[in-house]
């Protein structure tokens, strides 16, 4: 691969709100900030100067055009964007328009054109009973793919339905929650379990899995008429939740991962994809043409996002609503482009493992080494640390360039009177299936000792795991933040040994923890705390084998089935050795800066599930490891390691 050119894609992002954000709005610390949606959809008008050519780029060089666009405060993108047609002009829309289907339109100036709406069949003759809010949109090279329709309103719920049914519809594309920034934005037309009748279409419950970035619901459908087929059919219902209410995600790895699985889930023969987000124009538009643009580039090794989008605008108006979408686009395609798609089955590992071994695998762009190195590559967004950085908190660092980015650090509850204290060196990690599943941490120093309890006591962990010795080398790792026997008080928190006992190499404590303080509304004054402290890391190197460390993880999930799934506390040294041996600071060949939301596979809690079945914690029936695609999601969230990482959100004390 040719040399890069470095850019900043936080800086890229940041610069993009200053055209579309006024003094008022408020950024959410997981996502970058679009207009807000109110009762009308907020149409983007063209720009001026008249529409411009552009054309289609080699993934080649895909990299430098994003670098140009996003010169000068992103100025080329947004030209770009403003030179798309809106799509109004080249369509009539009289049936939308109609009395009798204006209240089935969820934004009044979102509405589907009359050539390519999908056209249901009338109910017992009724007029106008065959019109949803829903536009047939082709994909790269297949022709009507998939819908596009806005979020269901309570009154079209059994429209939504019958249009599944006579679509013969296998996947459902969800991009919005139920509620965003406490508006309605889609009616929940699935029951949670158990049965519901829409209309004429029976929809069951069989299946539920909630993972970190989206949630796959399984329905069996059948039709209730007296004539016609009535065999049941399967529908899957991807729901992505991982878009924040305000803006776009602030990258799009989880996005990459949720379109991988609708392509997996979707049967080759079924109808058209199903996409909705509110209104179905937005979202649901980004979402097509990132599809679209990866069979594009599979197939002929360029993009045209631009003449993508234009064409489906032609189909449905104002598909993709805000230029941080289309940009979002970009960096998608970006993101597949350098990275690719990196989960292995596990049947196949044994084979990875060989090839890396293999004489040719210096060769191999798919070899642990080759994904190793770009994780080690990533760059430290040094200008998200600010929290860590000043000069009161520095004191506080083991390690003084591992320190948290500010988007996903650990918050505790201020001291009154006394600035700072709601800083402390650790980092929320996303698990596999639970967002905030871990607390990556620093072994603590004598003087953030008091900090260290606070943060397991204000978080509610009931597990902590240790990585390090107190002393390797002669050397200090980490402080002994446990008493021997009796108890010890740290502040406003005491810690009382109840057990201590060895299992091979794993010593496992009890610790009855105990807040002396506790608010008036605040009940449980006492927790039990279990720590298991592994001993089975030498201290050069990483273990000679990987049974320790899988008992390890055993026992923490037999814990976190006991006590609730708060988030586990690890720690060793520093957050960066959870990883490997050092600090290895760099960054990667485009600069980028997205964060690479924090992942790693939770150690087996229970899950919620509506319905049955679920995939286990380790994988279940996913039979995927997600090797670079995995490990990068963490590289960025604690700087330096590969791989601790980062959590979507900057989390704030529960209350």
């Known amino acids: 691969m040719s040399s890069r050119k470095s850019f900043s894609r936080l800086t890229w992002f940041r610069k993009q709100r200053k055209a579309v954000v006024s003094a008022n709005d408020k950024k959410m610390p997981n996502g970058i900030l679009e207009e807000q949606e109110q009762q009308r959809v907020m149409l983007l008008s063209r720009s001026p100067s008249g529409p411009k050519k552009y054309f289609p780029i080699p993934v080649a060089h895909l990299e430098e055009e994003i670098r140009v666009r996003s010169a000068d405060d992103c100025k080329r993108f947004r030209e770009e964007f403003n030179s798309l ?122 299946d539920c899995v909630v993972l970190v970035d989206y949630t796959v619901r399984k329905f069996c459908i059948q039709s209730q008429l007296p004539d016609g087929c009535k065999a049941p059919r399967l529908v899957s219902q991807l729901h992505f939740t991982s878009w924040p209410d305000f803006g776009v995600p602030f990258t799009p790895i989880g996005m990459l991962k949720f379109l991988k699985k609708v392509k997996a889930l979707n049967p080759a023969h079924a109808g058209p994809i199903v996409v909705h987000c509110s209104a179905g124009v937005g979202r649901t538009g980004t979402f097509i043409v990132i599809d679209a643009m990866m069979d594009m580039m599979h197939s002929e090794q360029k993009v045209d996002v631009f003449e993508f989008v234009s064409r489906i605008r032609n189909q449905r108006p104002q598909m993709v609503q805000t230029d941080m979408q289309y940009t979002f686009i970009y960096q998608a395609l970006l993101e597949y482009y350098l990275y690719g798609d990196t989960e292995l089955d596990v049947s196949s590992l044994e084979k990875h493992l060989q090839t890396l071994h293999s004489t040719a695998a210096h060769f191999d762009k798919i070899g642990l080494e080759e994904e190793f190195r770009k994780l080690t590559n990533v760059r430290i967004m040094k200008e998200n640390m600010r929290t860590g950085n000043l000069p009161a908190n520095m004191k506080k660092a083991r390690v003084i360039q591992i320190i948290p980015y500010d988007f996903n650090r650990v918050i505790l509850s201020m001291k009154r009177g006394q600035e700072y204290t709601d800083y402390i060196n650790a980092s929320f990690i996303d698990g596999y299936r639970q967002k905030d599943y871990f607390i990556a941490t620093q072994g603590p120093l004598a003087h953030t000792v008091e900090d260290f309890w606070r943060m397991v006591w204000e978080w509610k962990c009931h597990t902590v795991v240790m990585l390090t010795e107190v002393q390797e080398r002669e050397q200090d790792k980490c402080y002994q933040y446990w008493p021997t026997e009796g108890s010890v008080t740290h502040g406003e928190i005491t810690i009382e040994i109840k057990s201590d006992t060895l299992s091979e190499a794993i010593s496992i404590r009890d610790f009855l923890v105990t807040f002396n303080q506790p608010l008036a509304h605040q009940e449980e004054q006492t927790r039990m705390v279990r720590q298991f402290h592994f001993h089975g890391w030498p201290e050069i190197g990483i273990p000679a084998e990987g049974k320790g460390m899988i008992d390890l993880i055993a026992a923490v999930q037999k814990q976190q089935q006991q006590t609730g799934n708060h988030p586990i506390t690890v720690h060793c040294r520093d957050p960066d050795s959870l990883a490997h041996g050092g600090h290895q600071e760099g960054k990667d060949e485009q600069g980028c800066t997205g964060q690479r939301r924090g992942q790693v596979m939770e150690t087996g809690q229970s899950q919620p599930t509506c319905g049955t079945g679920g995939l286990e914690a380790s994988g279940g029936s996913q039979q995927d490891l997600p090797t670079l695609g995995l490990l990068s999601r963490l590289s960025r969230g604690c700087p330096g390691s590969a791989p601790v990482g980062s959590s979507s959100t900057a989390r704030r004390r529960s209350s």
Not at 92 to 101: G, I, L
Not at 185 to 206: A, F, H, L, M
């Open 85 to 206: 047609p809106s799509g109004h002009i080249q369509g009539t829309f009289e049936q939308a328009n109609k009395e009798e289907n204006r209240e089935k339109n969820r934004y009044p100036n979102i509405l589907p054109n009359d050539h390519s709406r999908v056209i249901l069949s009338q109910v017992d003759g009724t007029p106008c009973s065959d019109y949803i809010n829903a536009s047939y949109i082709d994909g790269y090279k297949e022709k009507n793919k998939f819908i596009a329709a806005q979020g269901p309103k309570q009154e079209t719920v059994n429209d939504f339905w019958r249009m599944i049914w006579e679509q013969k519809s296998a996947t459902i594309v969800m991009l919005t929650n139920l509620k965003e920034r406490k508006e309605e934005k889609c009616s929940q037309y699935w029951p949670d379990q158990g049965c519901w009748t829409y209309g004429n279409i029976r929809v069951c419950v069989e």
